[in-house]
């Protein structure tokens, strides 16, 4: 629950999640993570995401989320 108010107050919206901890070897991490099925489902996806993967000390984040593609309006004004 935690973990989703923090996501909230940040206006994020992650499709997955995962947190780890500890991690001496982020690269490592990552890659054994798709050689586990439980982390496997949560980061192979058919559609394109982004990841973003954060570190502090010995813990790690890892938010993925859809990438869409977002269009605002604009005018001429937006110019200036």
Do not use: C
């Amino acid at each position: 629950d935690e973990w989703q108010e923090l996501l909230a107050a940040k206006e994020l919206e992650a499709s997955a999640s995962i947190f780890e901890a500890p991690v001496y070897d982020p690269t490592f991490t990552i890659l054994s993570w798709f050689s586990n099925p439980r982390f496997t489902e949560r980061l192979t996806h058919e559609q394109s995401e982004k990841i973003g993967i954060a570190f502090s000390e010995a813990n790690m984040v890892v938010l993925v989320q859809e990438d869409v593609e977002g269009t605002e309006d604009s005018t001429s004004d937006d110019l200036r």
